[in-house]
């Protein structure tokens, strides 16, 4: 119904979502498995409470998250009852698209464009941190 409104020129109201920011610091102990991190994060944000809400990973610990990491913990957004679990692109990813034998050209072009329009990410540099609505913090040395 609203996007015939829309299509016929109505206007419509929307509701713009809070993004959460989670900040991931510190270093994982050698014994911790990824599972142990995906698990603890999820249970950090059902406790918090973020349904309906966007949320974005930053800090200097996302990049010690390996990319599978960092998509189970995406995936799990269902079960911490977010809209959405993001985590921007950096260089890792860049270099994911490269293991998986992505076309070089595309991957240049990606990087090139994310660095243009300032999505291209460096998580241990506190400058690029975007303002959140809500800033929750996990630091790694303490899951277990």
Same mark, same amino acid.
């Given at each position: ?39 603890? #994060?999820? !249970?950090?944000?059902?406790?918090? %409470?973020?349904?309906?809400? /966007? ?6 610990? @996302? ?46 072009? #990606?990087? !090139?464009?994310?660095?243009?329009? %300032?999505?291209?990410?460096? /998580? ?6 975007? @303002? ?13």
């Amino acid at each position: 119904i609203e996007a015939e409104a829309v299509m016929l020129g109505q206007p419509i109201s929307m509701t713009l979502p809070k993004v959460v920011g989670y900040r991931i610091d510190g270093k994982l102990s050698p014994w911790v498995t990824s599972t142990d991190v995906v698990l603890t #994060i999820t !249970k950090h944000l059902r406790q918090i %409470g973020v349904v309906g809400k /966007f949320v974005e990973f930053f800090g200097p610990g @996302v990049e010690r998250l390996s990319i599978a990491d960092r998509a189970t913990i995406a995936n799990m957004c269902p079960e911490y009852g977010a809209t959405i679990g993001f985590f921007p692109v950096d260089l890792k990813t860049l270099d994911y698209l490269k293991q998986t034998n992505r076309d070089e050209a595309k991957i240049n072009m #990606i990087k !090139k464009y994310m660095t243009e329009v %300032g999505m291209l990410r460096n /998580f241990t540099d506190e400058s690029e941190n975007p @303002v959140f609505s809500q800033v929750y913090e996990l630091d790694l040395s303490t899951v277990v």
